[in-house]
C-alpha cells in the first residue's frame, strides 16, 4: 500500500509517498480501508519537531491523524464492529498513520460514521470534535448558561466547538474575520466580534470559560477577561507542570514542563485563574456521543478544501499557512 512517510523532523514540509506493507491488526484491532483523511496543525507540529517532548516518533513515521473509511477486516476479539462498517476516528497518539491506504486501529478508538455526513465530511471531525468535547467535559467541566470565548473561532475547531457548546447550554462568543460571521452565527454562535474592527480585550470581561487557539502572544489578554476563578485550556501555547502530572509524565519532564509553562501559570494565579493545555486524545465512547449530537442536530463540518493523496504535501503547505477556513482533506 502507499503511505505518506516523515523521513527525518524538519521545519521543510515535505512527506514522501512510500509503498509499505499493509498493517497486521491484532485480536482487539481492526483493518480499515481509508477513504478520506484530516490535515491538522498537529500534523504541521509533529514534522517540524515541536511536539517530541509529547510524543516522540520512531522514523520514518506514517503521519495522519484522523480518517473515515471502511472496515476490511476484524481481530477476533473485536466486539462492535464487523466488516463493511463504516467508521471514522482520531488514532491513538502513539499510533497514528491516517495518511495511507490503509490503517490498523483499536475498536477503543473508533465509531461508527454519522449517517448524514460523507467519508469525507466524516474525516474532518475526530479531532476537532473530540477537542472540543475533551476541553469543554474533561477539562473546564462547563457548566450551563456560562459564558465561552473562541478566539479565531471560524475555522474548523469552531465548527465543531460551537455546536458541541451550544448543546451543554453554553453562551458562545467568538472572533475572526468578517467572512466568517455569517456561518459562525448560523451554527449557534451568541455573538461575533471582527478581529479587524473589535479587540475583544477591550470589549469583553466577567467570562467563564476560554479555549484558546491562537497561542502564547493572546494569553494574557484571554486570561484578562476571564472572571476569578475562570479557566483558560490551550491548544496551542505551552505544556505545563498540570499537563505533565495528568498524562503521567516521568519527573524531569514534569520539571521541565514545569519551567516551560511557569510564566503563564504565573500570569493565570496573579488573576486568580486555572490554565490548562490539552493535547487531545483517542476515544471512541467519547466519539460515539459526537456521532449521536452530530445526526441529531444535522451538524456539518466546515471544510476548506480536498485534496488527492498524490498532493498531500499541498495540502499540508496549506494548513500551515494558517489560512484555511475550514478543514483539509485528503482523499484516496
Do not use: C
Not at 506514517?62 to 476479539?77: P, Q
Amino acid at each position: 500500500m502507499r503511505a505518506a512517510q516523515m523521513q527525518k523532523y524538519s521545519k521543510e514540509i515535505q512527506v514522501e509517498l512510500n509503498d509499505v506493507d499493509i498493517p497486521e491488526i491484532n485480536s482487539r484491532e481492526v483493518l480499515v480501508k481509508v477513504k478520506a483523511a484530516g490535515v491538522n496543525p498537529l500534523d504541521i507540529l509533529i514534522l517540524n519537531g515541536t511536539i517530541r517532548m509529547i510524543s516522540d516518533y520512531a522514523l520514518p513515521v506514517t503521519l495522519g491523524n484522523e480518517l473515515s473509511g471502511v472496515i476490511e477486516a476484524v481481530g477476533k476479539d473485536v466486539k462492535n464492529f464487523r466488516v463493511g462498517d463504516h467508521i471514522y476516528t482520531r488514532l491513538p497518539v502513539n499510533q497514528i498513520g491516517a495518511f495511507a491506504e490503509y490503517a490498523a486501529v483499536n475498536e477503543d478508538a473508533i465509531s461508527i460514521m454519522p449517517k448524514n455526513l460523507s467519508f469525507i465530511e466524516a474525516a474532518a471531525v475526530p479531532l476537532t470534535a473530540l477537542t472540543a468535547y475533551q476541553a469543554l467535559n474533561d477539562v473546564l467541566d462547563a457548566e450551563p448558561n456560562k459564558k465561552l470565548f473562541i478566539p479565531g473561532g471560524t475555522g474548523g475547531f469552531g465548527a465543531m466547538a460551537i455546536p458541541i457548546a451550544k448543546s451543554m447550554g453554553l453562551y458562545v462568543i467568538t472572533s475572526g474575520s468578517e467572512r466568517g460571521r455569517s456561518r459562525t452565527l448560523s451554527i449557534g454562535a451568541d455573538r461575533f466580534i471582527n478581529y479587524n474592527e473589535e479587540n475583544y480585550a477591550d470589549d469583553l470581561s466577567n467570562i467563564d470559560y476560554v479555549i484558546d487557539t491562537l497561542g502564547v502572544k493572546e494569553i494574557k489578554a484571554e486570561l484578562g477577561i476571564l472572571k476569578p476563578q475562570g479557566k483558560l485550556v490551550s491548544l496551542k501555547a505551552v505544556p505545563n507542570y498540570r499537563f505533565a502530572v495528568e498524562n503521567n509524565f516521568p519527573m524531569w519532564k514534569r520539571l521541565l514542563f514545569g519551567l516551560v509553562g511557569a510564566q503563564v501559570d504565573f500570569l493565570a494565579r496573579k488573576n486568580k485563574n486555572e490554565y490548562h493545555f490539552l493535547f487531545v486524545q483517542a476515544s471512541g465512547s467519547q466519539l460515539q456521543e459526537i456521532t449521536n449530537l452530530v445526526e441529531k442536530e444535522n451538524i456539518t463540518p466546515s471544510i476548506d478544501s480536498i485534496y488527492n493523496f498524490t498532493d498531500i504535501n499541498e495540502g499540508l503547505i496549506k494548513v500551515s499557512t494558517g489560512h484555511s477556513q475550514g478543514k483539509v482533506i485528503i482523499t484516496f
